[in-house]
């Protein structure tokens, strides 16, 4: 064999075994989508396909209407220019009452939440039977939302904004205690264990041993909440629970696009500084 040869040889060698290397992957790859893993992922997405034809048909999803009525939209938009000032006084007194609606039921759902969350917490519940109890009462009130709940209360207070204080503290009472209890389930029980081997209470190892680590990532949750609560606040007036939401309710039965824009603008600056404050203690905080 000459040195020409000697040389090709290896290289033909070499591009055979790759050859033959990316052909067994292949194969193995085609077996793999055919074997049990591939059915199963087929099955899967069969399913998700189904699962969504349904839902959009339920949810009655209709591209060609909204095309249709875009053009309608815009006619609204329109009417909406110039904006509305002379009622902006009493837009911000509404708008100063959904903050406020926000800022006492979601701090009065904080304060009901954390003895809550320590029975709802598996590890540190002083009485274990009342932790499916608990978590059951906690997921009622979280499966109804603030809006159904301040329709309830506008039936039994009256119309106003207390109606709405109470629906959105009750909906986040148990929001919050999920949120609380789950994050007590997942910290390090190490020092508070150290500190139980001592001889020290229950409640005396908790504040020493599991506050400090714990309260700024509640005050960071509290904070979320109350951010949520004023968005989700605006529209609680629809059901006569006062603030912003009322006014909005109005200008929408009447048609009044331009005094609509306002508010929705109103709304909206607000909710941008209230973010910006949030954002702005939640660094603080951690």
């Known amino acids: 064999m000459g040195p020409a040869e000697s040389n090709v040889g290896p290289r033909q060698t070499a591009s055979a075994n790759a050859n033959v290397i990316e052909a067994l992957s292949a194969l193995e790859a085609r077996q793999a989508w055919m074997g049990p893993r591939g059915l199963r992922l087929t099955a899967v997405l069969i399913a998700l396909v189904v699962f969504y034809s349904v839902c959009a048909w339920l949810a009655k999803v209709d591209p060609v209407k909204l095309a249709s009525g875009l053009p309608k939209l815009g006619h609204w938009l329109a009417q909406a220019w110039p904006p509305k000032v002379d009622e902006l006084p009493l837009f911000m007194l509404r ?13 009065a759902a904080v304060l009901l939440a954390l003895p809550m969350a320590l029975l709802g917490c598996r590890n540190l519940t002083p009485f274990p039977r009342l932790y499916y109890p608990v978590r059951w009462f906690l997921n009622g009130l979280r499966g109804i939302d603030s ?3 301040a329709l309830l209360f506008v039936a039994a207070v009256g119309l106003g904004p207390f109606a709405g204080v109470l629906g959105i503290a009750l909906h986040t009472w148990g929001s919050a205690a999920k949120f609380f209890a789950d994050h007590l389930e997942n910290t390090q029980m190490g020092p508070y264990d150290a500190v139980r081997a001592t001889g020290a209470g229950r409640f005396t190892a908790i504040s020493y041993a599991l506050a400090p680590d714990v309260l700024p990532v509640f005050a960071s949750i509290s904070l979320f909440w109350w951010e949520f609560n004023v968005r989700a606040s605006t529209v609680l007036g629809v059901v006569g629970a006062g603030g912003i939401g009322q006014e909005l309710k109005n200008s929408m039965d009447l048609l009044d696009f331009s005094r609509l824009f306002t508010i929705i603008a109103v709304i909206l600056i607000v909710v941008t500084l209230l973010d910006q404050l949030s954002n702005w203690l939640r660094r603080r905080l951690t």
């Open 95 to 107: 708008t100063a009452e959904t903050v406020a609606m926000a800022a006492i039921g979601t701090t």
């Open 147 to 149: 809006f159904v709940f």
